[in-house]
Every structure is written in C-alpha cells, then in structure tokens.
C-alpha cells in the first residue's frame, strides 16, 4: 500500500486536494404559475462551467421534488455549483431562476429564492478524499 501511495504521488507531482461531490434532496416550492400551461419543474445542475448534469421534469406540479442524485468525485472547496431552475414548456423552457454556492466541506442545506418567484431547496455533502 505505501508503495501504491508512493508511486501516486510521483506519477501525479503535487497533490491536489480533491473532494466528493454530492447533491440531493432537491425540491422546490410554489413554483410560479406561467401565463398559460402548467408549471413543469426541472433543474440542471453546473460545476463552474462543466455541466454535471439535470434532473428529470416535474409536470403539473408547483412543488415538486426530484429523486436523483449527483455525484462528482474531482470538486474542490471553493467550486462554485450552479443551479439553474426551468420551466419546461413546448416551444422554449423558462428559465425560473439560478442558485449559486461556493462549496464548503461539510454537509450543508439551503433554500434559494428564484427570480421569478418559488424556492428551490437542495443539501450537498463536501467530503475531502483521503
Ligand atoms: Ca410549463
């Protein structure tokens, strides 16, 4: 094992402290109500600039919850995570609002007040790698 570590660290130079990434228990409430149609809630999910990916569509329903889960395994304390809230409707989706957090080690929950109205609640979990 001291080898493998030793071996790790030559092949990598300095070692970066990367970290576990995971968001769950994603929900929101009273979602607005858009002009016509109903209110179709999904949210995609961003690591600085790379997408990590988004959650599948709430239909008919201004409070839903999301089952899925994200997890990503090279973050580091001080990414910033994004959250971007939709609508999703035939033409094009709205855009209800955007929630950003600069990540802290630890486990953390948060309610984001959206643009144009509703909340979106999430927890993620920091974990340093060892
Ligand atoms: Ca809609």
Same mark, same amino acid.
């Given at each position: 094992? +001291? /080898?493998c ?6 092949? !990598?130079? +300095?070692?970066? *402290?990367? /970290? ?7 929900r *929101? /409430?009273?979602?607005?109500? @858009?002009l016509?149609?109903?209110?179709d =809630? ?7 600039? /790379?997408p ?5 569509v ?8 999301w &089952?899925? &889960?994200?997890?990503?395994?090279? *973050?580091?304390?001080n990414?910033?995570? @994004?959250? &971007? ?14 929630c950003? @957090?600069?990540? @802290?080690? =630890?486990?953390h929950?948060?309610? !984001?007040y ?6 979106l609640?999430?927890?993620?979990t920091l974990?340093p790698?060892?």
């Amino acid at each position: 094992m +001291a /080898s493998c570590l030793h071996l790790l660290l030559f092949l !990598c130079g +300095a070692p970066v *402290a990367l /970290s576990q990434l995971r968001l769950f228990n994603l929900r *929101a /409430s009273d979602l607005p109500d @858009r002009l016509l149609g109903t209110t179709d =809630g999904y949210v995609e999910v961003f690591l600085g600039s /790379s997408p990590l990916g988004k959650t599948s569509v709430r239909y008919n329903n201004p409070n839903p919850w999301w &089952e899925e &889960e994200f997890t990503f395994f090279k *973050a580091q304390e001080n990414n910033v995570l @994004r959250l &971007e809230v939709y609508d999703s409707d035939v033409l094009f989706d709205d855009l209800l609002g955007t929630c950003q @957090r600069t990540l @802290r080690v =630890g486990t953390h929950m948060h309610d !984001c007040y959206l643009k144009k109205g509703g909340t979106l609640h999430y927890t993620y979990t920091l974990t340093p790698q060892q």
